[in-house]
């Protein structure tokens, strides 16, 4: 008979919230940055069909921002309830941008309110998208803030702990610890490539439905330039989070990569399988390019997971989850290089129907990455909450209900997701854009 385990229903909560919210955090950093540049643009060149892409996306961006704050405040609650162990260290060291967040989510809704609020009551425009950068400006310090925890938990600085007892607490240094840069860095500029594919992969489709308006071709071209620009910095940030994970966390970069033995010329490993003696087989070896990922140069010496006890190593699984998120990073990069190459070329048609249909699976590939890199970054952490000072199974509650909890929370992501779904579909398809654009006399 099945044996219940708080810890383990307490993961997979915790673990299905944070997939769910995943999805409008990540939009909700990221499409601002796409509504202020197409505002911008159509202010500059004075073309409304940039203000109405503007106007468009910032209602769909509403519908996001709604079901972030109700998953958001699900994962603040669950903190609490299912991980009150590791509160109890946290609430001390890493209070101050969880405080933060908050503050600059205020700041986001504030200023969203007065920008959607104020359309067309402006004789200068400018004065319009200038309220919109307090809102990019909140959903990227947002992101910025609840990351560092995440950070935190990789790198814990700021105290000392003497028998138990937290000492010395500095909440900068916390916040502030040697996996913030990357991580940040990495989550942000993921984000917008994320965003830009979605709403790309949405121009795209409409296109080849046949509705070839000059408006889905403006919008296509935009968020495509933005997906090429991000995926390179991601590519680039990327490499420099190989190099941080090589210095602070080797072992988890040594379960991604199913490197077992300290070696120098190390290979990387795509795809493949382990046996039962770890041996791995069928899989694509790059020479030398684990090296290279790790300390930049092919004759590194690489740490294996042979230096760490074994039942400190993270679930070997992390590995697909991490070629997962590399392999359609790649992709991301080669469509968007091939879509700016032709869109340069005067005799090149970059809205081709292939080129399109691989531009449209650009968004759920997109957002899978977006889950695999967290997928990979939580497991990869494993058996740790709190790198170094306490594992996931001490930071956990001993309720005998959270199995409850599970069930009805399923039941509340399944609803919000219908809703939001029909909501967005209702939205845009009784206000097509077509019909918006003959109300405004264009063609």
């Not at 949405?202 to 935009?222: D, P, Q, S, T």
């Not at 469509?335 to 080129?355: A, D, G, I, Q, T």
């Not at 005998?400 to 599970?406: A, F, P, R, T």
Request: glycine share 6%; aromatic share 14%.
């Amino acid at each position: 008979m099945f044996e219940y385990d708080p810890v383990l229903y307490s993961r997979i909560l915790t673990g299905l919230t944070l997939a769910f919210h995943t999805i409008f955090s990540t939009l909700g950093v990221g499409v601002p940055l796409l509504i202020a540049l197409a505002e911008w643009i159509g202010i500059r060149r004075n073309d409304d069909h940039y203000h109405l892409l503007a106007r468009r996306w910032a209602r769909g961006y509403i519908i996001t921002v709604a079901v972030g704050v109700v998953t958001g405040t699900a994962i603040a609650l669950q903190l609490s309830l299912l991980w009150p162990n590791f509160m109890q260290v946290a609430g001390q060291t890493i209070s101050l941008p969880l405080f933060l967040e908050t503050f600059a989510f205020f700041f986001e809704a504030i200023f969203l309110g007065i920008y959607l609020y104020t359309w067309d009551r402006f004789k200068k425009k400018i004065y319009h998208l200038l309220l919109l950068i307090p809102v990019a400006l909140g959903a990227t310090l947002s992101g910025f803030f609840i990351t560092t925890v995440n950070a935190f938990m990789n790198a814990p600085l700021g105290f000392t702990m003497e028998n138990g007892v937290l000492k010395g607490v500095n909440p900068l240094l916390a916040m502030f610890n040697p996996a913030t840069p990357t991580k940040m860095a990495h989550v942000l500029s993921s984000a917008y490539l994320t965003s830009a594919c979605v709403l790309a992969a949405i121009a795209a489709f409409m296109i080849l439905r046949g509705r070839e308006h000059v408006y889905y071709k403006k919008a296509l071209r935009l968020s495509m330039t933005v997906a090429f620009v991000c995926a390179i910095s991601t590519a680039v940030i990327g490499d420099l989070s190989g190099k941080y994970l090589a210095e602070y966390q080797p072992e988890k970069l040594a379960a991604a990569e199913w490197h077992f033995e300290t070696a120098e010329e190390a290979s990387l490993i795509l795809g493949g399988i382990l046996d039962e003696n770890n041996e791995v087989k069928y899989a694509l070896e790059i020479p030398y390019a684990l090296s290279i990922l790790a300390h930049g140069t092919p004759d590194a010496e690489v740490t294996g997971l042979e230096e760490f006890p074994e039942e400190e190593w993270p679930p070997l699984v992390v590995h697909y989850f991490f070629d997962l998120m590399v392999g359609i990073g790649m992709f991301l990069a080669l469509v968007s290089f091939v879509f700016m190459v032709m869109k340069w070329r005067k005799k090149s048609n970059e809205l081709n129907r292939v080129l399109l249909w691989l531009i449209v699976s650009t968004g759920p590939l997109a957002m899978l990455a977006i889950e695999a890199g967290w997928f990979f970054t939580e497991e990869g952490r494993q058996p740790w909450i709190l790198r170094g000072y306490m594992t996931t199974a001490e930071g956990a509650t001993t309720s005998g209900y959270v199995d409850i909890m599970l069930y009805l929370f399923i039941a509340l992501y399944a609803v919000l997701a219908v809703s939001a779904a029909a909501v967005l579909r209702r939205t845009f398809k009784a206000n097509p854009a077509e019909r918006e654009l003959e109300k405004l006399g264009m063609k």
